[in-house]
């Protein structure tokens, strides 16, 4: 096999630059777990004036901030509803049943969304015992499978407004907050305002090479440190990790829109190829969804073609389906070039060698 070019697999294959590194050699640090730490401390505060929330808590990955939240907010045996392509049903090992104990409703919504008068409707069911309360409304933003599609702000407080009114927590799964924010001018504090607790992820398009930061009121973030210790999530001199944070929020969220511009421009190159479906309209932020039925193969059949013959590989969420995320390390250039590289994989399929 090739060795690996251009890499639009995901917008974690990102890789902490030279700046970040240094940064990160340079901060101070202490024992977070006696919140001695100034550059945790640091990214805490900022992530929480960002988000416009009491306190915030600095934990090892996005999956941890989804499983802590369910801890904090629900009681084993509660549900959890959420769209039926989020993040925590297909891409977190099933930690929401096994560790907080609660059942996940995969509500059938599109591009990743629902709206309040499902939520109303899901939670309209008459008390009774044996049906499990919906504790927590879970919203993903961006929503990554299908797409990175951005969650309307009206219908995101429509669909938390509708939670609260039926006494249930509305959660924000904001791994990719920031490239919704971006995309659209409205800030984060207008996005969060309504959940109760939301976090964004370091580690994707933000380029850090670990973490995700979690926030909410001052008592659901002190009981958020206790299940930190618990899952053994505590760590010790961690600001050299955190630092990687506050380099990525004063360096790296601006520049999100390069990475929303050479989405469209893969998907607008691409669109030409004979057999590629894709939709450059559909394109809202940094990911590009597209399909290969029509060449004949198999998504996978595609990528090891793609990667053994180009050195380009994006990732196949379907049978037929690809998807290619643009990112700080992949340049204009790149996907020019990638996007070549796509055109002469189809033609050499059509011409059958
Ligand atoms: C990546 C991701 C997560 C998990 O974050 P990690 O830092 O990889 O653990 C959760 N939700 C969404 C939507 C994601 O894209």
Same mark, same amino acid.
């Given at each position: ?5 251009? +890499?639009?697999? @995901? ?5 902490? $630059? ?9 901060? =101070?640090?202490?024992? =977070? ?15 929480? !004036?960002?988000?416009?929330? !009491? ?12 499983? #802590? ?30 560790? /907080? ?48 599609? #951005? ?9 938390? =407004? ?5 006494? %249930? ?24 305002? $309504? ?25 659901? #973030? ?11 999530? %505590? ?13 990525? &929020? ?5 520049? &999100? ?5 050479? /989405? ?12 590629? %479906?894709? +939709?450059? +309209? ?16 198999? @998504? ?31 340049? !204009?250039? +790149?996907?020019?070039? /990638? ?11 059509? =011409?059958?060698?």
């Amino acid at each position: 096999m090739s060795a690996i070019r251009i +890499d639009l697999y @995901s917008d974690t294959a990102t890789k902490p $630059t030279n700046e970040m590194r240094e940064f990160m050699c340079s901060c =101070e640090v202490g024992d =977070e777990q006696r919140y001695e730490d100034p550059s945790a401390n640091e990214l805490q505060g900022m992530v929480a !004036e960002m988000l416009g929330k !009491e306190m915030a808590i600095f934990l090892p990955s996005g999956t941890m901030c989804n499983h #802590i939240a369910y801890l904090v907010h629900c009681k084993p045996g509660d549900m959890v509803l959420m769209e039926k392509t989020a993040h925590p049903l297909i891409s977190e090992a099933g930690g929401a049943c096994a560790l /907080a104990g609660v059942t996940i409703y995969p509500v059938d919504g599109q591009k990743g969304q629902f709206s309040a008068e499902q939520v109303a409707e899901l939670m309209s069911y008459p008390f009774s015992l044996r049906r499990p309360g919906v504790r927590v409304v879970s919203v993903e933003q961006t929503a990554n499978s299908p797409g990175g599609c #951005i969650w309307p702000l009206e219908q995101m407080r429509a669909v938390c =407004e509708v939670t609260h009114e039926k006494g %249930a927590i509305a959660h924000m799964d904001g791994a990719r907050l920031l490239n919704a924010v971006v995309a659209t001018g409205i800030s984060p504090q207008d996005y969060a305002e $309504t959940f109760d607790s939301v976090w964004i992820d370091l580690s994707k398009g933000l380029g850090a090479p670990v973490g995700g930061v979690l926030a909410g009121s001052e008592a659901f #973030i002190q009981q958020a440190w206790g299940w930190k210790h618990r899952l053994g999530g %505590a760590m010790r001199q961690s600001g050299i990790l955190a630092a990687a944070g506050i380099y990525a &929020l004063k360096h790296n969220v601006d520049r &999100l829109a390069e990475d929303h511009i050479n /989405a469209k421009r893969f998907a607008k190159g691409i669109y030409s190829a004979e057999g590629i %479906a894709v +939709d450059p +309209d559909s394109v809202e932020t940094n990911m590009v969804r597209f399909d290969v039925a029509d060449t004949g193969l198999s @998504s996978s059949a595609f990528v090891e073609r793609l990667i053994g013959e180009e050195g380009v590989r994006v990732s196949t969420p379907g049978p037929t389906a690809l998807r290619a995320v643009p990112h700080l390390g992949i340049t !204009e250039d +790149d996907i020019y070039s /990638a996007v070549e590289s796509i055109h002469g994989l189809v033609e050499r399929i059509v =011409e059958g060698v």
